[in-house]
């Protein structure tokens, strides 16, 4: 076993930064000396901040959005166009979606797909809330875009939702799959060529 040449405070600081998507024992280590030789300039900011951040981020009852108040920034914002929904399945595909810019809509975040064979079901994401929320009196939503990875549980998920959001009267949309701006046909896949000539559209 190898012996630690640190104090059980900065073991503990490499082993949380360890389980950050990306970070393995190697790179934690170096993110943790980094952090300590600059300890005034960021790791009493960083620790200040996770700390204000734990202690005042909210889940959004209303989109799943993750803010510091409830309902969030996104859906009490007037100047958001109400008549369309954007379904994701995480916050990270919500703010991937909100840093293109392309539209400036509302959300709605599932919490991830259905997944038989992990014993994800759908009562495990917001899917119930969802319908709630497209089908409730006086709901202004006209149309659900279905953004979901483009994953067989991705699919999947959208072809239940679409099934169960079938007599809401809305217009049901999901994202183009093809070709990549800057894409060269040569350098994709059959899957991606394929779902590009489906999705073809007209000049």
Known sequence: MAKSVTGPEIERLIQLLARLPGLGPRSARRAALHLIKKKEQLLVPLAAAAGEAAEKVRVCATCGNVDTSDPCTLCSDPRREGGTLIVVEDVSDLWALERAGAMNCLYHVLGGTLSPLDGVGPEDLNIAPLVDRVMAEGSPIREVIIAVNATVEGQTTAHYIADQLAEAGVKISRLAHGV???????????????AALRSRSVF
Do not use: I, K, Q, R
């Open 180 to 194: 990549p701006v800057g894409g060269e046909l040569d350098y994709l896949d059959e899957g991606t060529l394929t």
